[in-house]
């Protein structure tokens, strides 16, 4: 029988958009227990123990990890040597759609102006879809639910290259604070720092991807992503803005090189409910839901 | 200190920043949508299909599904209540609500509001939606459905929803902007050190 691709896709994309919204992944975890554990405050703590709850209450029981089942994005990395020709586009608009309403999701997709909604989740340019050309001939899906929460709060900002590193610790500190318990902290900060303007938001949403705890390759980079991480805790903004000693789990930083001109900063935060789902599908057909 | 307030509940005075509490009866849930739409109505001296009278109003957006002849809430939790900031004041005077349940809190200039209401802001943490939609014991009533399924407004039963923190009382305190003044602060500090 003849392998019909688009049908594994979808099958593949139900499973990623089932997973990343009753589940945070081992990491993002993790990082929540040892927070509950060392948080210092009451309220802080209180608010730890429910967090942490909550996740096991959705394991155990197949529930929604928040009822902010976000925005879907989609990260594609197409392997060059794919016999397959995807649109994967209309794929994932099929699954997010069917998903809406099997799982089911919240319909949170609308008109920008007349804010009427769609009721599948679907609509013009969402999904959202990034596709890149990697090595080989796999398919990696990586599927992000995202939430207003910590959407609204994210920012970009053309930084002026003489002060750098001092600026772009003062801007991400002042934007933390301004966020307060917005985002629902302890939250993930995604920062893209040069490139051009559409570049830094792009990566500071895709280094999200990257789990809790992983520092970046280049020893520069990985300096600034512990110096922010230790800088953003000291705030005290705490567990949803209510004070304590965890206002983020990580800080996690892509970057390119940019214009002698130009310091491009993007933040794009994440709340604590990280959701994020990955899988590998060979030419084949045989996948794996990472 | 871990309270249980049952709902109609009139006076919050007794309330204050930092108490725990647990909600227990009916809370209606409106967003930026409906909390607009309820405005225009006493504006225009139209009275709202359904009573708001000692109910608390939650900001949330529930997931829910229709089962024979109703719904059932899958997933509830606390919305950003920023986006009602403007709102607030017209929201609170037109609609005499003294418990509003939210995320993220309010700006300075709402901690007066609030006072002047004699109302307060209780936030559950956010995103907690697994364990918060256990507290949910029925759709009791629906509207406003062509707002979309987040911004219609429900009318749950709920059983002990919570744990929620008082987090602005009606006394003028407010948890949030002491949090973010006591941060801005720290910044100059924190940038000093590294």
Known sequence: ?290 | MSLDITVPVEDVSSLRVGNIVYITGLVVTMRDQATKRLIAFFQSNVKPPFNLYGIPVFHCGPVVRRIDGGWRVEALGPTTSMRMEDLLESFLEVSGVKIVIGKGGFSEKSTDVFKRFKAVYCSPPGGASALLSKSVRRVSEAYWLDLGLPEAVWILEVYRLGPMVVTIDSHGANIYSMVREEALKRVPKILGNI
């Open chain 1, 1 to 290: 029988m003849e392998l019909d691709f688009e049908e594994v896709l979808l099958d593949v994309v139900f499973k990623l958009i089932d997973k990343a919204v009753k589940t945070v992944p081992i990491d993002v975890e993790k990082a929540l227990i040892e927070a509950y554990e060392t948080e210092t405050s009451e309220i802080g703590v209180k608010m730890l123990e429910a967090i942490v709850e909550n996740i096991k209450i959705a394991r155990e029981e197949g529930g929604l990890i928040c009822q902010d089942t976000g925005i879907p994005v989609f990260i594609v990395e197409e392997g060059l040597e794919t016999p397959w020709r995807i649109d994967y586009h209309r794929v994932f608009t099929e699954a997010v759609s069917k998903a809406t309403v099997r799982i089911p999701l919240r319909p949170n997709v609308v008109h920008p102006l007349t804010r009427v909604n769609t009721g599948d989740n679907t609509g013009v340019g969402i999904p959202v879809l990034h596709v890149v050309k990697t090595d080989g001939s796999d398919i990696k899906i990586h599927f992000m639910p995202k939430g207003a929460g910590s959407e609204n709060v994210s920012s970009f900002h053309m930084l002026t290259p003489v002060k750098s590193v001092e600026a772009i610790k003062n801007v991400i500190l002042s934007r933390v604070v301004e966020a307060g318990g917005m985002p629902c902290p302890p939250t993930i900060l995604g920062v893209g720092l040069g490139g051009t303007a559409e570049e830094a938001m792009l990566m500071a949403k895709r280094v999200l991807l990257r789990p809790v705890g992983e520092r970046n390759a280049n020893p520069e980079i990985a300096k600034l992503e512990s110096e922010l991480f230790e800088a953003v805790n000291k705030t005290g903004i705490g567990p949803m803005g209510l004070g304590g000693r965890w206002t983020c789990l990580d800080v996690k930083i892509e970057y390119a090189y940019c214009h002698t001109a130009s310091l491009p900063l993007a933040i794009n935060f994440q709340c604590w409910a990280a959701r994020r789902a990955s899988a590998i599908v060979k030419p084949n057909g045989y996948y794996e839901v990472l």
